[in-house]
Nanobody
Framework: QVQLAESGGGLVQAGDSLRLSCAAS????????MGWFRQAPGKEREFVAAIDRSASITYYADSVKGRFTISRDNAKNTVALQMDSLKPEDTAVYYC???????????????????WGQGTQVTVSS
């Protein structure tokens, strides 16, 4: 079955970096767009970053642009999120997502992503 397993979360201080990884299995990874979302306590799940099947196109939320970088390795079925210059407002559970149907018109909408990981906690202290 489809599995997305996130890793790399943790507790860091403001200004530090973290690298999240997501290992995918059970589907044709190279035919899916991949994304990262996050959800803070009491808030809705929000889009963070997305990457096209061939890694030629990437999109970022304005709040993370210039600080976060999404990448993928189709040979290893993995997608990563490099997070630099972390801020306390980046604190959230981060989810890896995959979709074979999402388009670049609706990629910010969680319901358009049909596979999700369990999430990994990122906590940034001030």
């Amino acid at each position: 079955q489809v599995q997305l397993a996130e890793s790399g979360g943790g507790l860091v201080q403001a200004g530090d970096s973290l690298r999240l990884s997501c290992a995918a299995s059970g589907f044709t990874f190279s035919s899916h767009r991949m994304g990262w979302f996050r959800q803070a306590p009491g808030k809705e799940r929000e889009f963070v970053a997305a990457i096209d099947r061939s890694a030629s196109i990437t999109y970022y939320a304005d709040s993370v642009k210039g600080r976060f970088t999404i990448s993928r390795d189709n040979a290893k079925n993995t997608v990563a999120l490099q997070m630099d210059s972390l801020k306390p407002e980046d604190t959230a559970v981060y989810y890896c997502a995959a979709s074979s149907v999402v388009t670049w018109l609706d990629y910010r909408k969680p319901y358009r992503w049909n596979h999700w990981g369990q999430g990994t906690q990122v906590t940034v202290s001030s």
